[in-house]
């Protein structure tokens, strides 16, 4: 494999190491600064007959600006009683997930940033990343509100891990692979019997594995139904109650970054990620020439549209659903969700060994 | 929707459910793993009281075990305001009680106040007051509806609500010249006339209020989050209901048929109308917000029928120019937004009264919360304390 050889050079490793650094933090901060001006300004004030930010630029586009402006002219404050040091760290474990997770993301034939075999078991383990740091803001806040709210989110990610785990375990069985480019080049190059037309993007045999997948993302990212650890009619906001300035700025950045990456790897697991049918263009499986080329451009904006929609729908849900009680979430994953994913496994591993 | 509707019993057992409650709440949870309790303040300062309301509850992990709601962080002495003040003076203190839907808090006042002098107002001008009192009945309720899906997480109806509230803020600007705080009412009539036009603006609004119920209702009430939400939650049995002394919608969703508008003859037109007073035999929060959803449709139609059949003629009686209430004791309570609201007021023949004592509905519809909150779980408590409805004004007065 030759990463960036859309640069048209062997680059040396630590030009390397940089530019994928670089591209990480567009990877991360361009979606997520989109989500919120697109999806949490726009769209959600006009499904509630209001135009939302109008005065920042043309139609508010450099609103999210000016509140990172403000953002960051507050003062850090942290409470007297807090743990200060976990306090502190909190927020950077929780967007430290959110940078690990979007390592594994192929956005095309070459690029993406790290490509390994293991890339949906990694996926899985360092998105729980974040659950350790929600509960370290739940706990060192010193607040009776945030460690509800901590505890809440604990009881709830570890819930709603285990349905995603297993909702994506029936696309590992149908590729054979766990290396998500694989997952990708399998999808666009496999055929519906005979008919190649559109690939076989695995949404077609695992619409419930996707649905599972997506109400899982929904409660990972603590969005609305599942929005029990913020609460802010309740619990004020949760773990987040005693964050000010900066570090609250990184919580709400990770939170819409994270519903991006969540939304990329959706499309990368059942949508058919960065490539269109390789049959449009008899072309083989990734193996270098132009068309590799090509696509290293394209590649990224077609995972740009699919998470566009896909988070389109995240927020779609979250503006206009009442939130789930506690105990009813739990009882949703482990007598709904996890029964049903694991009788999709099943029927996907013999339908596996009969074709 | 029409009248044939009926209201959908889930479970009737509400014996069973508020025994399981009691029993949730004196077990002695934890034996074998001895925990500490948490005492939780939610409020003065918090999202859910609307407020200055405090709640203490006592719990043991989610689970309340012993709830009390402290009033007075807005206390205002009305009460004693009244007592320097004149008759006509006073209306403008009341207004701002259930700041949501104020002019119906004049309406008992001065209906007492016309009881003392033993006058009546002119026809026309008890109509436009029955109207004006189902106006900011919606203008209340309405905002009740958008703020549920508030505390139950719901962002988007809050903003519905708001924006179909102003039609009706409009009408009663129009009409009385104040949005909040109209300031309408006279001993004996009304400040003015209505304006032109008025009547077929209301009644295109009163069009547009009927969608907003519907709207709500396939948004909120159909949502299956929203049902398991509410359903069974918070129930409040008729005896307990009666016995705490909550009225209006809180009393009525625990079967007790109950409406003072209908029960009792007031100078109003309500006896002139058509209307059905909607009860829910479940007692849970649910069945609270369906019959206020159920009765803001219901004061759309009111309000369309007294429009049709407004009387002509004056809006004030002929009443002396410096008002005196002659000597004499009044009881008058109406059937407001909230629930009873009453005035006794006490006249010694003086420009001012000498003692009034406000009944207003929300500090007896609290009151109940030590009764209700036993046993629930934390987010219960915020979607029980929404459904029972309080206004902080209307609490501490």
């Known amino acids: 494999m030759m990463p960036f050889a859309i640069l048209g050079a062997d680059l040396p490793y630590w030009t390397q190491s940089l530019l994928r650094v670089l591209g990480g933090a567009v990877a991360v901060l361009l979606p997520a600064g989109t989500i919120v001006y697109l999806f949490l300004f726009k769209m959600m004030s006009f499904m509630q007959s209001r135009l939302g930010p109008m005065e920042a630029g043309p139609y508010g586009s450099m ?293 | 929707m029409t009248d044939v509707q009926k209201p959908d019993v889930q479970k009737p057992d509400v014996q069973k459910l508020s025994y399981i409650a009691a029993q949730a709440a004196d077990a002695r949870l934890n034996v074998e793993l001895e925990t500490e309790g948490m005492t939780l303040n939610i409020g003065p300062q918090h999202p859910a009281t609307h407020g200055t309301l405090r709640i203490i509850v006592r719990l043991d992990g989610e689970q309340v075990i012993w709830a009390e709601p402290g009033a007075g962080y807005m206390h205002r002495g009305y009460e004693k305001l009244t007592e320097v003040r004149t008759f006509p003076q006073v209306t403008a203190l009341v207004n701002r009680i259930d700041w949501l839907g104020s002019f119906a808090n004049e309406v008992p006042f001065i209906l007492a106040a016309e009881k003392l002098m033993a006058i009546e107002a002119p026809p026309r001008a008890q109509w436009i007051r029955t109207i004006l009192f189902e106006l900011s009945r919606i203008a209340n309720v309405s905002l009740f509806l958008g703020d549920l899906g508030v505390q139950l997480g719901a962002i988007t109806p809050v903003f519905m609500a708001f924006r179909d509230r102003e039609y009706v803020l409009n009408l009663i600007e129009s009409a009385t010249g104040g949005r909040f705080h109209p300031n309408f009412d006279r001993i004996g009539g009304l400040k003015e006339d209505l304006p032109a036009g008025w009547i077929i603006e209301t009644k295109q609004v009163m069009k547009k209020l009927r969608n907003f119920c519907d709207e709500i209702e396939n948004l909120l009430f159909g949502n299956e989050i929203f049902q398991s939400r509410l359903r069974g939650i918070g129930v409040i049995p008729a005896e307990v209901a009666k016995q705490y002394g909550l009225s209006g919608a809180n009393l009525r969703a625990s079967g007790v048929d109950w409406d003072l508008r209908r029960d009792q003859s007031l100078p109003l037109a309500y006896d002139k109308v058509d209307f059905k007073v909607w009860t829910h035999p479940d007692g849970d929060s649910f069945a609270r917000c369906w019959i206020r959803l159920q009765e803001t449709r219901e004061a759309t139609k009111i309000v369309d029928q007294l429009l049709d059949g407004i009387p002509s003629g004056s809006v004030m009686a002929k009443v002396p120019r410096i008002i005196k209430v002659p000597e004499g004791e009044a009881w008058v309570s109406t059937e407001n937004p909230l629930g009873e609201m009453g005035y006794y007021v006490v006249s010694k023949g003086d420009l001012g009264p000498f003692r009034v004592k406000i009944r207003s509905a929300s500090f007896n519809n609290i009151s109940i919360v030590p009764w209700v909150l036993r046993g629930v779980y934390v987010p219960d408590v915020i979607s029980i304390l929404a459904s029972l409805y309080f206004i902080l004004g209307d609490i501490d007065r």
């Open chain 1, 63 to 355: 609103q999210l600006f000016a509140e990172v402006g403000k953002w960051l002219q507050k003062e850090d404050i942290s409470p007297t009683r807090a743990d200060k040091r976990v306090f502190r760290l909190a927020p950077l474990v929780v967007l430290m997930s959110t940078f690990l997770l979007v390592a594994v993301v192929p956005f095309g034939p070459d690029a993406y940033f790290t490509d390994f075999d293991a890339g949906v078991f990694y996926m899985l383990a360092v998105s729980s990343i974040s659950t350790l740091g929600i509960l370290m803001a739940g706990w060192s806040s010193a607040n009776k509100y945030s460690l509800l709210g901590g505890l809440r989110a604990a009881g709830q990610l570890i819930a709603y891990e285990l349905p995603m785990v297993l909702s994506v375990i029936g696309v590992v069985i149908q590729a054979g692979t766990m290396n998500l480019q694989q997952i990708v080049v399998k999808q666009n190059s496999d055929s519906i019997f005979g008919w190649n037309g559109l690939g076989f993007p695995y949404i077609l045999t695992q619409g419930v594995g996707f649905l599972i997948f997506m109400i899982a993302v929904q409660a990972e990212l603590t969005q609305t139904p599942f929005d029990m650890p913020i609460a802010e009619s309740e619990l004020v906001s949760g773990y987040m109650t005693e964050y000010s300035g900066f570090r609250f700025l990184i919580f709400f950045i990770a939170e819409f970054a994270t519903a991006g990456v969540f939304a990329l790897i959706a499309s990368v697991l059942f949508l058919g990620g960065w490539g269109v049918p390789f049959a449009w263009f008899d072309w083989a499986p990734v193996g270098g020439g132009e068309i590799d080329n090509w696509m290293n451009v394209g590649g990224p904006l077609i995972m740009f549209t699919k998470m566009m929609v896909l988070t389109g729908i995240i927020m779609w849900v979250r503006f206009s659903y009442p939130r789930f009680r506690e105990d009813q979430l739990q009882r949703f994953a482990w007598k709904v969700l996890i029964p049903v994913s694991l009788i999709n496994i099943m029927i996907t591993a013999i339908l596996k060994v009969a074709f």
